[in-house]
């Protein structure tokens, strides 16, 4: 009896070992490709980065859990205004969570960069970017946005890159200074598990974004009619972004 419940139970380690190790080679497969796929159009040199016309500056709470300024938060909003005073980006497309009444990224964002001096006209407010995903499928789909520069770190950049792909929206990645944080390697593994999960949200369940709504083209004013309106905005630099 006991040699039967041994053999049953080593074939179940066994099964469970199988898993495992495939479920390990499905995670390291699939960010690999992700990686492979994106890699030649992420920029690090905020001043090399491909000009267009709309920037699209993804959400993260302004704060840590511990109470501290959030770096993330403050390298997307620094790099964001310095490509836009550059000339690589003439509107910012500002997308993030909305979800309560107490908790809202793209307001965040928005007075934040009116505190760097960013014009008020040369930004658009998304309060349904609710992950990467609905902040692209909602350039896409509201905001009309065909060519983009993506805003972010880049361990992020892979994944929104090859989801923009996806939904047809051509795309550049510009990689923000890279700023340390406590708990990175559990942001890291959170973004290795998120890259895996993408693939099955774009080829397996089809996902759809939470909401989407009429639509809004964006008003993307001239770098000439945003001095008019707001003199002086340009002079206003960033140089904790040059490199």
């Keep these: 009896m006991r040699r039967v419940a041994w053999r049953i139970l080593r074939a179940i380690l066994m099964m469970l070992g199988t898993v495992a190790l495939l479920a390990i080679v499905i995670l390291l497969g699939a960010n690999f490709w992700m990686l492979g796929q994106t890699g030649e159009r992420i920029e690090h040199d905020l001043s090399q980065c491909r000009v267009e016309r709309v920037g699209i500056v993804f959400g993260t709470s302004h704060w840590t859990r511990s109470g501290h300024r959030n770096p993330y938060f403050e390298a997307r909003m620094s790099a964001s205004a310095h490509l836009l005073r550059l000339g690589r980006v003439d509107h910012l497309l500002l997308s993030g969570d909305n979800r309560t009444l107490s908790y809202n990224e793209p307001i965040t964002m928005w007075r934040d960069l009116l505190g760097r001096e960013v014009p008020e006209a040369a930004m658009t407010l998304d309060y349904a970017g609710f992950s990467t995903f609905d902040t692209l499928a909602r350039a896409r789909d509201v905001f009309g946005v065909e060519r983009a520069l993506l805003i972010t770190q880049a361990w992020h950049l892979p994944r929104a890159l090859f989801i923009a792909e996806s939904l047809g929206i051509e795309a550049?990645?510009?990689a923000v200074v890279e700023h340390k944080a406590g708990g990175q390697w559990r942001l890291a593994a959170r973004e290795w598990l998120a890259r895996?999960?993408?693939?099955?949200?774009?080829?397996?369940?089809?996902?759809?974004?939470?909401?989407?709504?009429?639509?809004?083209?964006?008003?993307?004013?001239?770098?000439?009619?945003?001095?008019?309106e707001q003199p002086g905005w340009?002079?206003?630099?960033?140089?904790?972004?040059?490199?």
Excluded: V
Aim: proline share 7%.
């Design 196 to 228: 895996l999960a993408t693939l099955g949200d774009l080829y397996l369940w089809g996902r759809k974004p939470h909401f989407l709504g009429p639509r809004e083209p964006l008003d993307i004013r001239s770098r000439e009619e945003l001095e008019a």
């Design 172 to 174: 550049q990645g510009c």
């Design 234 to 243: 340009s002079a206003h630099t960033s140089l904790g972004q040059e490199r």
